[in-house]
């Protein structure tokens, strides 16, 4: 029991990383841009999100900076493709690769000192619950924030009139601009948003889960993201369904490992990927009808004047 | 067109991310041109952060004598024989390529320029022009095995391992051992990243094992992220590659420490007096390849045994690997140095010794 709840919590903090980034990405992707520096924005949220941490000593600040500078990154972006309307895909590599470039500058100063990691809730009598008061009342505030954050995105989407002209944009762009709403504007919005996430869940990264600082910390997070949303087929629920599965598969096979379940590690490591692929097809079989992706996702728009 | 663009994009973002740093700036023809190729990042405060402080050492060392330059965020295999032939193209005489999968790529380099020499770290194949050098870990991990085994109230070691490769293998094998020699029922719980460098599957790898019952932390990937999850939790751990007591001052018992700068300094000076010749160097404690961190966090009798060992192995009294050594279905394996195993068994160990009660992957 003791290790089933030690693995709920590492599954939790595993994943909610990739929760966060990839619900950025969604509601970018939603509006009809693909941003592919997720990974970018990430590392230099991470980068950001610890000096801030260490200079202030506050956790919270640390968060913040790593927000603002996801979120200066993503206008980069905005600015390319959506004012000079570049192509998305080649920006959004550029974007990360600037992004661990910059990181690593803005990085060296502080690699090698370490902070105290975010603390996590404790309601007396509630977090000592046996089995579900740690997994329920023992969190970062990050967990809980993520969780707020799809479902806040959610109820954006597909309840308030906002959310439907986003979707509008992503959907169909000519249409949205002919019924005068402001596609440029609100895809840079999109795109913002999708930078703050994506800088906050980098920020996660050294301020809760390893507190320190190392160019290249993020790993392929950001690009794991990126595959969620697909994963997800750009559905806030199926997201959280999505990470958490991703997280729970790369924390067990690290148990099974341990365990000495005789299964090459190898592909103990690459079930992730494999379950991604599996659900996909799944997915796409199980429904009637084309693709769920944005009508819209990647093309350029410039409006007629 | 869509296709062609996104690899366009795939190749520039290869090339992108690896970033040259040039350490000495001044440019005359006299001065001899030394290259570098890194791994990882300079500041990962692991594998390459050693290689980068020798690099350093050497420009101490010899002052205006060299002009260094580094490649760092070099990947592994093929992309890497261009970021080599890129250094011989900028007139570098000496080439240290600082990682065991730049092996193939420094020697197809090395054969179409036979004036520039090579020098290749934790590999085996060699030529005229490419030498290569590595250091006697398991000597340290064999110590590291009797510090933990004294340490560990469960018997349960836990041990992050990166890739299972001979080099990995020989430092698992190594450690238990040394445990062995203390406590002959030890187990020990092994993880595979499958990474060098992935702090938070470290972390989660670390948390797994102490989850799982270990507790003393072991690990052969390159980032300080078990020792932290390890000084978290109250536990004891060893660092990797560098000096890591700062990410757990209450929970770092020793680590293994490269230092590369002796060897270095000395090629660098072997190919400035016109003396270098192509070698194989496999230095441990008593030529210092390596040093072990102040032994901390333990009682005064196991630092004493410690510090004992050490002293044995540096003398060349105490062979880790003393025959006999049984796999682990208890056959003994054939005893090709002596009274410890040769060389080149150790080199291309590829079985886990009797004790290990775990399967090695692709086995």
């Known amino acids: 029991m003791e290790l089933a709840e030690a693995i709920i919590l590492s599954v939790l903090a595993a994943s909610t990383p990739l929760l966060i980034a990839a619900t950025g990405e969604l509601v970018t992707e939603r509006s009809g841009v693909l941003n592919l520096g997720v990974e970018g924005m990430m590392i230099v949220g991470a980068a950001c999100g610890f000096g801030g941490a260490w200079l202030s000593g506050s956790i919270f600040i640390g968060a913040l900076c790593g927000v603002v500078a996801g979120t200066l990154l993503s206008l980069i972006f905005a600015m390319m493709t959506l004012g000079l309307a570049v192509n998305q895909v080649a920006s959004g590599l550029a974007l990360t690769i600037l992004g661990i470039g910059l990181s690593g500058l803005i990085g060296a100063g502080f690699v090698g000192e370490r902070i105290t990691p975010a603390p996590h809730l404790h309601i007396p009598g509630l977090t000592e619950l046996p089995l579900v008061g740690r997994i329920l009342f023992g969190e970062d505030a990050f967990v809980y924030f993520s969780l707020a954050l799809v479902v806040g995105v959610w109820l954006f989407l597909y309840r308030t009139r906002a959310g439907l002209i986003l979707r509008a944009c992503g959907d169909n762009h000519i249409s949205a601009h002919a019924l005068g709403y402001p596609v440029l504007r609100i895809r840079m919005y999109a795109v913002m948003f999708g930078g703050a996430c994506a800088g906050l869940a980098g920020a996660y990264l050294p301020l809760a889960y390893t507190p320190f600082f190392i160019p290249g910390m993020t790993a392929g997070r950001g690009w794991i993201a990126l595959a969620l949303t697909v994963f997800a087929s750009w559905r806030p629920g199926r997201l959280v369904i999505g990470a958490y599965l991703f997280g729970a598969v790369t924390i067990l096979q690290l148990h099974a490992q341990g365990a000495g379940i005789g299964i090459p590690s190898q592909f103990m490591s690459s079930l992730p990927y494999l379950a991604t692929i599996i659900v996909l097809v799944a997915l796409s079989r199980a429904r009637t009808g084309g693709s769920t992706a944005p009508a819209a996702l990647g093309t350029v728009f410039v409006p007629d004047r | ?363």
Request: aromatic share 10%; proline share 5%; hydrophobic share 40%.
């Open chain 2, 1 to 363: 067109m869509r296709k062609t663009l996104l690899a366009a994009a795939a190749a520039f973002l290869l090339a992108g991310s690896i970033s040259i740093g040039i350490s000495t700036s001044a440019w005359a023809a006299d001065k001899l041109k030394v290259g570098f190729i890194y791994l990882g990042p300079v500041g990962d405060l692991g594998w390459t952060y050693q290689h980068e402080l020798a690099r350093q050492a050497v420009v101490k060392d010899f002052g205006d004598k060299v002009e260094t330059t580094y490649l760092e965020n070099v990947p592994e295999g093929p992309d890497a024989e261009r970021a080599i032939e890129q250094l011989v193209r900028a007139g570098n005489k000496l080439i240290f390529t600082t990682s065991f999968g730049y092996m193939d790529p420094t020697l197809k380099v090395a054969k179409k320029y036979p004036d520039v020499h090579f020098e290749h770290c934790s590999g085996y194949k060699r030529d005229t022009n490419m030498a290569t050098y590595s250091s006697r870990w398991y000597q340290g991990r064999y110590i590291q095995g009797q510090i933990a085994a004294k340490m560990s109230k469960s018997g349960v070691l836990g041990y992050i391992g990166s890739f299972p490769i001979p080099e990995v293998v020989s430092g698992i094998n190594a450690t238990m051992l040394g445990a062995q020699s203390i406590n002959p029922n030890i187990k020990v719980k092994i993880i595979w990243a499958n990474s060098w460098f992935d702090p938070g599957k470290e972390a989660d790898s670390a948390k797994a094992l102490l989850d799982q019952g270990a507790d003393v932390i072991m690990q052969h990937t390159d980032s300080p992220a078990a020792m932290q999850v390890a000084s978290e939790r109250g536990k004891v751990a060893f660092g990797q590659d560098s000096e890591m007591i700062k990410f757990g001052p209450k929970s770092q018992l020793t680590s293994i420490m490269d230092t590369w700068a002796p060897y270095y300094i000395a090629r660098v000076k072997a190919q400035l007096d016109g003396t270098w010749k192509s070698e194989d160097t496999w230095g441990g404690l008593e030529t210092k390849m390596f040093e072990m961190a102040p032994y901390t966090n333990m009682p005064d009798d196991v630092k004493k045994m410690a510090e004992d060992t050490q002293a044995a192995i540096t003398a060349g009294k105490l062979q880790p690997f003393k025959c006999p050594v049984m796999d682990q279905d208890g056959k003994e394996v054939e005893c090709k140095g002596g009274d410890h195993l040769a060389d080149p068994q150790v080199l291309g160990m590829n079985f886990y010794v009797k004790g290990i009660d775990d399967k090695m992957p692709g086995k």
